[in-house]
């Protein structure tokens, strides 16, 4: 792709934007190629099916690249990852690092660095390589008594491993003990007494795949459980259809307009924003173990 800075809709994209980008792409070539292997199915999602649609590439001022899968077609991913994924390509989920969360998988290009200063300070010896980031799609039950019960064990359970992770950020890296914080580390301490991260993970593991495959919504229940915005009609992913993105073309659900005017409301209008991350350091060069050194 073209790496020179250049204006998008009114926005100066940087030439180290375009690089991180690029990175992107590259880590997305990975995954692509474990999926056509395998007949694996994968959606963009998020601010990249919006790109996909609207800008015929990265919204001009996203900094990442997110795509999704249905959870079975993530489980069969996992599998084939595991196996193919060859260094400095890393695989990131709540099994293959100690403290990263149930609720999503990333892969990462461990010679690179991308991280924002919280999971700097909560986590600095995981992988912090730049990443794209895979969100399963579970089913939704039906019934919305069944989706309320659902929600509150995955915010339940959700909010003890958070505990978890605070009390191992606080206990191994020294991070800064605020007032929350403390209570965390404090919930945790009884809580671990019966119960464990790994058990945790499989039981919000659970929790998110009560509803069968003839349920008619399909969602991001574990991203933020009980965020209607994130359900959708199944029938949206249907069918997938390639459209135009950077230099190449992406993989897309053919019901694209539906699924984001549930997130996005009026998506046709550009309104210049920012992405769900806070300050985000990053190098295209050096590793973030290395990098991080630099920062200090």
């Known amino acids: 792709m073209n790496l020179e800075e250049e204006i998008r809709d009114g926005y100066k994209v940087s030439a180290d934007m375009k690089k991180l980008w690029s990175v992107q ?34 919204i001009p001022w996203d900094d990442d690249l997110d795509i999704c899968m249905f959870k079975d077609e993530l489980d069969k991913f996992i599998k084939y990852a595991k196996e193919e994924l060859k260094d400095p390509y890393f695989l990131q989920t709540w099994e293959t690092e100690e403290g990263f969360y149930p609720w999503h998988v990333k892969i990462r290009k461990s010679d690179t660095a991308c991280f924002t200063d919280w999971e700097i300070e909560m986590n ?11 969100f399963p799609a579970y089913n939704v039950p039906d019934s919305k008594f069944q989706y309320k019960i659902q929600t509150m064990r995955l915010k339940r359970l959700k909010f003890l491993f958070e505990c978890y992770q605070t009390d ?37 593991i659970k929790a998110a795949t009560v509803a069968g ?29 390639d459209l135009p993105f950077e230099d190449r ?3 897309c659900p053919k019901g694209y307009e539906e699924r984001l005017s549930t997130e996005y409301g009026d998506w046709h209008k550009i309104v210049m924003g920012g992405s769900m991350h806070s300050t985000l350091h990053y190098s295209c060069d050096v590793p973030y173990d ?3 050194k630099t920062l200090k």
Not at 32 to 41: L, M, P, S, Y
Not at 42 to 50: E, M, N, Q, S, V
Not at 124 to 134: E, T
Not at 219 to 229: A, E, H, N, R, S
């Open 168 to 204: 191992r950020a606080l206990s191994i890296y020294n991070a800064k003990a605020t007032g929350k914080r403390k209570f965390a580390k404090a919930i945790w301490k009884i809580c671990s007494v019966f119960t464990s991260p790994e058990k945790i993970c499989r039981k919000f």
């Open 124 to 134: 600095p010896g995981g992988n912090h390589g730049i990443f794209v980031d895979i």
């Open 249 to 251: 073309t992406i993989h």
């Open 290 to 292: 290395e990098f991080l």
């Open 25 to 58: 792409m590259e880590i997305l070539d990975q995954i692509d190629q474990i999926c056509e292997r395998h007949n694996i199915t994968y959606y963009a999602d998020g601010g990249t099916l919006l790109g996909a649609v609207r800008h015929k590439g990265f």
């Open 213 to 241: 495959n003839d349920a008619k919504k399909v969602g991001y229940v574990t991203f933020l459980p009980g965020t209607l915005k994130y359900t959708w009609d199944r029938h949206i992913f249907d069918e997938v259809i």
